[in-house]
């Protein structure tokens, strides 16, 4: 299946438009760190470990290998490869196991509770980073899934894990937490923290829910596509769709910490406008792409209880085509704030800043797909940003 889809991104990538980036301007003389940059890709994603990477780059698509504009402009930006479907706790794993060229331990107890094998690939001699520690720290930035992914990892390097230390004496250094100081900061891009509505009107069409138009279904059974490229078969609640509906997400969150020494940001996204009959609808002068439209819509004009008794009402539905903007903007337990991008003086740590909405779909920030959206200078800004803080 991978080396199908490969060809055909290959095929694609050799017939695309070349692509003219605007000028973005690094300002080096004001920066205060120049911490490594790890790109977290989302559900479905791939990373620099999967061959096709370098012919279909994840960050960049039809616009080039975005990272390594970055590493040529002196901003060290890596891409780890997580399970396209896997769960934010096992890709957490597997991002530990690549920045610190380990073997991917899943942990004792929660292997044997997921009915899986503890141990995964290993990385040793592979690693991403040079070094990894308190003294070179890392900037995290999670796109979709991603977010979730880094705010789970995150958190294990913290406060670690005690179900771990108690289910064996051979645990993973990560799950020994301590390692707060390890973490400059988290950027989420268009991330369900909080989960999202694109679930929650996948449930009502498999109950046959008449408001959802045979389109509105076929738009919902999307979401089910992006893990036909998983590594691992998972039981229900250890794959990343349990992790995004709602209720589970949110209780995802009662256990993460937002950390007083991590500087955090967001970038939500948003695709849709108030609809005159009501509820929001697509943006016109918005390029997106097309296999978002009709859950946009539909997301767009959604409401309802979810059965943890989450209400879902109109300030959940403009959206991006699958991620609801709201839930994008930061963990709703969470201390936050908006942010301009601007004031950088104002900026703490150990609270969310976010950023203006991103006016584009969900694909936007990763360059699109179809579409090619000039992502390059979006990012030289949010990373001198970083390094100026």
Known sequence: MQFVISIIMAIVMFIAPSVNYPKAELNESEWNTNYSFVFVHGLGGWGQYDFYYDIFPYWGVFGGDMLKYLNARGLNSVAPSLDPSGSAWDRACELYAQLTGTKVDYGK??????????????????????????????????????????????????????????????????????????????????????????????????????????????????????????????????????????????????????????????????????????????????????????????????????????????????????????????????PQRDFDGKDIVSVTSGIWNVLPTYRGDHQALMGDLINVNYIRPFYIELLDMINRL
């Open 109 to 334: 107890a929660h292997s044997e509770r997921c009915e899986h094998d503890r141990f995964g690939k290993d990385y040793t001699g592979k690693a991403l980073l040079d070094d990894f520690s308190a003294e070179s720290k890392i900037n995290l930035l999670g796109h979709s899934f991603g977010g979730a992914t880094i705010l789970v990892f995150t958190e294990l390097m913290a406060n670690g894990n005690d179900d771990e230390l108690s289910a064996a004496n051979d645990v993973s250094e990560l799950f020994k937490g301590g390692k707060a100081d390890w973490i400059y900061s988290i950027t989420t891009l268009a991330a369900p923290m909080n989960g999202t509505t694109a679930y929650s009107i996948g449930r009502d069409a498999e109950d046959g829910v008449e408001k959802l138009s045979p389109a509105d279904k076929a738009s919902s059974d999307l979401i089910g596509l992006v893990s036909l490229g998983s590594k691992n078969k998972r039981i229900a609640e250890d794959n990343a769709d349990y992790d995004m509906f709602i209720d589970n997400a949110m209780a995802l969150l009662d256990g993460i910490e937002t950390l007083e020494n991590v500087y955090y940001f967001s970038v939500p996204c948003c695709a849709t406008v108030e609809d005159p009959n009501g509820g929001q609808t697509r943006d016109k002068s918005v390029k997106c792409e097309p296999l978002v439209l009709s859950s946009m819509e539909t997301m767009g004009h959604y409401t309802g209880v979810t059965p943890g008794g989450v209400v879902l009402d109109e300030s959940w539905q403009p959206n991006d085509g699958l991620v609801n903007t709201i839930s994008a903007r930061a963990p709703f337990n969470a």
